[in-house]
Nanobody, 127 residues
């Protein structure tokens, strides 16, 4: 079972970049596809993107394509979310999540498709 811990959040000015990390302290990281979600105050949890167990494929929310990039390093049990050209509307708590790799990934995943979650990390983008 995965045990996920996010890091790397913080305060950044609009136009800046941040890289979030999500580390798994377990031993089965490569058994899982990974996703990133975000939730702004008074809004539903939103799909950011997902990456397959071996990094061979990835999907993103249409509104984030070209600005956000997901990668993973299975040797380090870590998945990353590189966020570029940040906007104030990107302000949210960002969560990583895991789902068994045999279930695959796609462009229309929702939070209920993932069974394991990190605690979240706050990202605030100032204008």
């Amino acid at each position: 079972q995965v045990q996920l811990v996010e890091s790397g959040g913080g305060l950044v000015q609009a136009g800046g970049s941040l890289r979030l990390s999500c580390a798994d302290s377990g031993r089965t990281f490569s058994s899982y596809a990974m996703g990133w979600f975000r939730q702004a105050p008074a809004k539903e949890r939103e799909f950011v993107g997902a990456i397959s167990w071996n990094g061979g494929s990835s999907y993103y929310a249409d509104s984030l394509k070209g600005r956000f990039i997901i990668s993973r390093d299975n040797a380090k049990n870590t998945v990353y979310l590189q966020m570029n050209s940040l906007k104030p509307e990107d302000t949210a708590v960002y969560y990583c999540a895991a789902r068994l790799r045999d279930w695959g990934i796609g462009p229309n995943l929702v939070w209920t498709d993932f069974g394991s979650w990190g605690q979240g990390t706050q990202v605030t983008v100032s204008s």
